[in-house]
């Protein structure tokens, strides 16, 4: 079934280079059985053309090869590779880089994620000092972590978490701390853990609303999400929560909205909104692309429901301009 373009084609944007960071990766063929082997021998789903507004620039300018050099200089993993964000251009510009911790092997297999899956290789217990060292050699103010997730874990990764957010603080002391997380789901004492480590901002995606569960997230939990991003909330109120979805996967707007609700009464700061970009052939198909102007409806409905801040557009990622929107947050606390 082909993409609708929601709101027609009249956008008169102009054109500039489209990097096809996905289909143009040699590691994202279709079929591609190694990185993504409980997909294999699905049928093939046709990729839809991407509509005017969703352009971005050609990455490899000399600072985004710095970001580069200091990335593979202390083998990390970063989720903007892995995962094929089409912002990854102009984020390394900025020596800005979501680090990826514990592997580059999920143990999950959602529809839409573009991360391998299969089963991860034992933890390096040096990682935690090399995203350290290289959060000092890029001089970020504000550094995002992420992970894969690790269900084959006893804590499911948080003791990792907790070791990386504390290695960080002792090399870059002045450095805000984001992590993303994963759900944690059937971990005792997991969140616990990761919240006593004390980061900045922890953001948990939802993803997608629950309607869509089963077919795009059927690893995890709608209402245990909620509740984990609640939690957090109630062990530390100084904590900023921050959690985002995609659209695009044939959501309805009433779900969205209700979706919102629900993360108000957890009381999230933070949501992010942006495009569903289909990684390959063998990933859920983008069902509408999303214009510009709903975005900006949603933004509007999001700040009358309470949020400190918002994003919402088609190329708007967890980690795109983290440190910038992690003032924000400060500024609009601080606001009487």
């Known amino acids: 079934m ?13 054109m500039a280079t489209l990097i096809d960071t996905l289909n143009n990766d040699n590691r994202l063929k279709a079929g591609d059985s190694a990185r ?16 005017a507004w969703i352009r971005v620039k050609a990455p490899g300018s000399a600072k985004w090869a710095e970001t580069a050099r200091i990335v593979r200089e202390n083998k990390l993993v970063t989720v ?20 990826m911790i514990m592997g580059d092997t999920c143990t999950r297999a959602c529809a839409f994620c573009n991360v391998k899956t299969g089963m991860p290789v034992a933890l390096d217990a040096a990682e935690p000092d090399s995203v350290a060292l290289a959060t000092a ?71 997608t609303v629950p309607s869509n569960y089963l077919t795009v997230r059927p690893g995890a ?27 695009g996967l044939g959501e309805k707007r009433n779900e ?37 102007d709903e975005f900006k409806a949603y933004e509007t409905v999001a700040y009358a429901k309470g949020f400190l801040l918002v994003s919402a557009s088609p190329l708007t990622r967890s980690s795109h301009h983290a440190g910038d929107d992690f003032r924000k947050l400060q500024e609009r606390r601080k606001a009487p």
């Open 36 to 51: 993504h082997p409980e997909k294999a021998h699905r049928p093939d789903k046709p990729i839809a053309r991407k509509p």
């Open 221 to 247: 939990r709608y209402f245990h999400s909620i509740r984990l991003l609640q939690r957090v909330k109630e062990l530390d109120p100084t904590i900023f929560t921050k959690s985002g979805i995609m659209v």
């Open 80 to 99: 903007c590779e892995e995962a094929g964000c089409p912002n990854v251009g102009e984020c390394w510009e900025k020596k800005h880089a979501t680090f």
């Open 137 to 207: 050699k890029l001089g970020l103010e504000h550094v995002v972590v992420t992970s894969v997730d690790r269900d084959d874990l006893a804590d499911g990764g948080a003791a990792h978490f907790a070791a990386t957010i504390a290695a960080i603080r002792q090399a870059s002391p002045k450095t805000t701390i984001e992590i993303l997380t994963p759900d944690f789901l059937r971990k005792p004492g997991a969140l616990e853990t990761v919240v006593a480590a004390r980061p900045d901002v922890f953001n948990h995606n939802l993803e």
């Open 2 to 14: 082909p993409a609708r373009l929601h709101g027609g084609a009249a956008y008169g944007f102009p």
């Open 256 to 292: 969205v909205l209700q979706l919102m609700d629900d993360l108000r009464s957890a009381d999230v700061d933070f949501l992010t909104i942006g495009q569903y970009l289909q990684p390959t052939r063998k990933h859920h198909e983008v069902i509408d692309f999303v214009t510009p």
